[in-house]
């Protein structure tokens, strides 16, 4: 009977297991709240939206762990019933020998095989299960910080032959299956985007002429970037004195230009202190769209003001 | 002129509140003691913050509570913070063993300075130093309080790793590293006291505004 009571609740939690692991997938969940002041980055999706968007498809809350695959996807096996979605990037999908969409909820039997296949735009993607991945958390988080080489599954990226656990699912996946994202709750990805900034909080270490390079010219992604920051190339960006400025606090967004005037728009596994001046920090709402940003692809920078008016409903 | 205090936004999530622009021990604790008052009196909304040198990075969620509604409260905690006690310091003294393995710079610092590998630690081992911010990597603690005759530049290249409790030197600054990291910082030893450990309740030894004395041992 012991015996039975085990299967059981083996069967119901079930694993993801990974047959192939694609060129960098981790493990991430919202990310670490808290920490920053002792240094530890946020980590989670670079993307926030899709990976909100698959957790809430298949019935997740919004923070449940999941995994952001880059680039190129991996092969799964589900140990159980599930309900799974895959959003952000645009790619070839395949549960057994059936092409799946994005951005919609779908049901796989348990033994079943999710393919990630060719990737036709943007760089990453999430993928949910219902119940979500459940390993330990470190410092309140699954979140992979692979500098730090914790959280996730052993702090790395995963591979082949990894099994991750998974927290009971739904009652009846295929009850809950086929439900679209709209199209309309979708960021508006494109290999050329306008990020909206708010100028500062060092817009005065720049001359007017910096300034106005920053928001006239077109910055072309380099493949130097990562889950720290998205390493951009362009006209240079011309300091009024000196390239750096005492080391303080920096965000996800903060767009810091060091001494060759590149800039580099920090992401979610940022260092949590920065010695560069920034001239400017991406709106929180329009960083899913550098997430999606492959090496080649450019971006514009255009300023907004921070409402700081009362707003009248 | 500029005029400090002043409160600019980083993005729409947060806030930076600037206390001057230089290193100076005066600003950390003006740093600290807004950090404090946030702490005692905390802004709905607000999520965590992190202090540095002379500014209070203040991060916020929009969505609990907008822009201009936090920067009112940073404000009046601007205003109250002048009359507000500051918190009672936590004073920890961190065992050294200086030089060999621990410290394999501590020769070139003493050569590069003219004195001796047991003056460098005399002189390192005399001040009372203050956490001014944590940052770089998990943990990294910046110390201020180095004596100036021990400012070394940092190495022009990298080590790719330096071992958890090594004890550095970079410009005029000293700093202690608390996890396995790479570092440019000159390393003059290295304790044996866990700094940090992820089973604690509060997993890091230090935080900003810490005072800190190192004891040879």
Not at chain 1, 3 to 18: D, F, N, V, W, Y
Not at chain 2, 177 to 188: C, E, N, V
């Amino acid at each position: 009977m012991g015996e039975g009571i085990m299967r059981g609740t083996t069967k119901a939690m079930g694993a993801l297991e990974i047959l192939e692991a694609g060129l960098l997938t981790t493990v991430q969940d919202a990310g670490r709240c808290g920490w920053l002041r002792y240094g530890v980055p946020p980590s989670g999706p670079l993307d926030a939206v899709a990976f909100q968007a698959a957790n809430t498809l298949v019935g997740n809350p919004p923070q449940a762990a999941g995994l952001e695959i880059t680039w190129s996807g991996p092969t799964l096996r589900i140990t159980r019933d599930a309900l799974v979605a895959v959003c952000g990037a645009d790619f070839e999908l395949w549960a057994g020998r059936l092409p799946v969409p994005t951005w919609h909820s779908v049901a796989l039997r348990a033994g079943q095989v999710l393919r990630f296949g060719a990737r036709r735009s943007g760089a990453r993607a999430y993928l949910a299960v219902d119940g979500g991945v459940a390993l330990p958390p470190y410092l309140g988080s699954q979140a992979t910080y692979l500098p730090g080489g914790f959280g996730g599954l052993e702090g790395r990226a995963l591979r082949a032959g990894d099994r991750l656990p998974l927290s009971p699912g739904q009652r009846d996946p295929f009850a809950a299956a086929g439900k679209p994202w709209p199209a309309s709750s979708r960021p508006p990805y494109s290999p050329h985007p306008t990020l909206r900034v708010i100028l500062g909080p060092q817009a005065e270490a720049f001359t007017a002429e910096g300034l106005a390079t920053f928001l006239n010219a077109a910055y072309t992604l380099t493949p130097a970037s990562n889950r720290m920051g998205a390493r951009l190339q362009g006209p240079a960006i011309a300091h009024a004195g000196a390239a750096d400025i005492i080391s303080d606090g920096v965000i996800a967004g903060c767009v810091q230009v060091p001494a060759d005037g590149q800039p580099i728009i920090l992401l979610a596994d940022h260092q949590t202190t920065g010695g560069y001046p920034k001239i400017a920090a991406v709106l929180q709402a329009d960083l899913p769209l550098v997430a999606q940003l492959l090496p080649g692809d450019q971006v514009r920078f255009q300023a907004v003001a921070l409402p700081l008016s009362p707003r009248t409903c | 002129m500029t005029s400090y205090p002043r409160i600019l936004p980083v993005g729409d999530t947060a806030f930076t509140v600037e206390f001057g622009a230089a290193i100076e021990e005066r600003l950390v604790a003006q740093v600290q003691a807004l950090d404090a008052e946030l702490a005692a009196h905390p802004i709905p909304g607000v999520r965590e913050t992190t202090p540095s040198y002379r500014a209070l990075l203040v991060v916020y969620a929009p969505q609990h509570s907008p822009a201009l509604t936090v920067r009112a409260a940073l404000e009046q905690a601007l205003a109250r913070m002048g009359s507000a006690a500051l918190p009672e310091k936590r004073r920890l003294e961190i065992p050294v063993h200086y030089g060999g393995s621990d410290g394999p710079d501590l020769e070139e610092v003493a050569r590069s300075h003219g004195l001796t590998p047991a003056e460098v630690i005399a002189r390192h081992t005399a001040p009372t130093y203050r956490v001014a911010m944590l940052g770089f990597a998990p943990g990294f603690a910046y110390l201020l309080g180095l004596d100036p005759r021990l400012a070394t530049p940092r190495l022009a290249t990298p080590r790719p790793h330096v071992p958890a409790g090594s004890i550095g030197i970079a410009g005029d600054q000293t700093g202690v590293y608390a996890l396995d990291t790479p570092g440019g910082w000159r390393l003059i030893g290295r304790t044996s006291l866990a700094l940090f450990d992820p089973a604690r309740p509060e997993p890091f030894t230090l935080q900003a505004g810490d005072v800190v004395r190192f004891v040879e041992g």
